[in-house]
Structures are given as C-alpha cells and as structure tokens.
C-alpha cells in the first residue's frame, strides 16, 4: 500500500488530454514539492515535472503538473503514443522523514 | 553532464551481505543530498534511503532500518549501500539518485537478487 495514492491505469487516443491524480497528505503533498516521473519498461525513472511546473530540458511543455491542497495532478495534453509509459509522483514526507511514492499509473494510448 | 552509475549488485544468499557503490560526476556531489531507491521488476518505486550532505543526517524506510547503512565519500563523489542480513523481499534494482528538493537524476540501477 502506497503512502500516495494514483489510479493503476489511464488511457486516451492520440491527441487527448489525459490527468493523473496524486493523493496524499498534510505530511507530504501538504508541505512539499510533488515531482512526477516517467519510466519506460526496462528503464530507469526521468524526472518529468514537478509541482512548480518546471520541467527539465528536452521535456515537451504538454506535460504539466499542479497541487492544491493535499492532492497534485499531471496532465499530458495531445497525447502521443510516446507517452505510453507509467508514471509516478512522489514527495518527501516530513512525518516519516522520508521520501514516498504513488503505486504508479500505466499510461495506455488506445 | 551528470551521470550516476552504480555497481555491486548481483546474487546473494538469504542472510548474506552486498555493498553498492554509486559514482557520481558533473556536479558538487558534496552539496547534495543523495538517496537510494529501489524497484522490484514490474512492480513501484519505493524509497530506500537518504544521506544529507556532509552525511549530517541519514533516514532509512522501516522495512531496512537496522540492516541497510547508507553512507558517502564527498572526496571520491561516491555514495554507498551496505545491506546486510538480506531478505527475500530485498530482490530489486537499485537505484542512487540524486536530490534537488525531488529527485532530479537517476542512476541505470542494479540488481540485487536474495535467493537461496
């Protein structure tokens, strides 16, 4: 069990926007950034956004994030099938002085 | 550019011992805190273990308190992972990563396998 909790799956055609939620705590999402993360299979995690809405380099700006509250969410407008991937958000929690993670979220584009 | 590459991983006896290493360039490693994170193939990510810079402060999931040390050399931009009296359920990649108030890079990973 997840100390943050995301859906298991999302899917959309090429071209929808597609959201993933992160739910969490007054200890984590309430406190702290949210990064979210994308990994392929057989490969390790990239960082994609955080909840700032940075992005590193090289990352498509379809790719936005945001926060209220306890809860964050990521956005992929324009979906391509690229973006077939899973995908993890992630914070530090102050509470368990460490960092937590979602279950991850399997991204299919149909 | 920054890389992080890790090493030690491999197959080990339940009870038995491994130490990973993660040597890290392209940035102030002494500036940074550094964190381990593992993932057992095909399921999440979990966190493993934090080291502050200077070592000041040091933070391990329950699961491996009191098994796992995780420890840093800033001469030789290295960061460490001794995992005794493995597990099991210690079966994942291993990743060192790097934190920038969220993980910003990610080593390849290695895997550690605890199987009799």
């Known amino acids: 069990q997840s100390v943050l909790t995301q859906p298991p799956s999302a899917s959309g055609t090429p071209g929808q926007r597609v959201t993933i939620s992160c739910s969490g705590s007054?200890?984590?999402?309430?406190?702290?950034?949210v990064a979210w993360y994308q990994q392929f299979p057989g490969a390790a995690p990239k960082l994609l956004i955080n909840s700032n809405n940075q992005r590193p380099s090289g990352v498509p700006d379809r790719f936005s994030a945001s926060k209220s509250g306890t809860s964050a969410s990521l956005a992929i407008s324009g979906l391509q099938s690229e973006d077939e991937a899973d995908y993890y958000c992630s914070a530090w929690d102050d509470s368990l002085t460490g960092r937590v993670f979602g279950g991850g979220t399997k991204v299919t584009v149909l | 550019d920054v890389q992080l590459v890790e090493s030690g991983g491999g197959l080990v006896q339940p009870g038995g011992s491994l130490r990973l290493s993660c040597v890290c360039s392209g940035f102030n490693f002494r500036t940074y805190w550094m964190s381990w994170v593992r993932q057992v193939p095909g399921k999440g990510l979990e966190w493993v273990a934090t080291t502050r810079e200077s070592g000041r402060g040091k933070h391990y999931v329950d699961l491996v308190k009191g098994r796992f040390t995780v420890s840093r050399d800033d001469a030789t931009k290295s960061l460490f992972l001794q995992m005794n009296s493995l597990r099991v359920e210690d079966t994942a990649v291993y990743y060192c990563?790097?934190?920038?108030?969220?993980?910003?890079?990610w080593g390849q990973g290695t895997l550690v396998t605890v199987s009799s």
């Open positions: 990563a790097r934190e920038n108030y969220a993980i910003d890079y």
């Open positions: 007054n200890s984590n999402i309430g406190r702290n950034i």
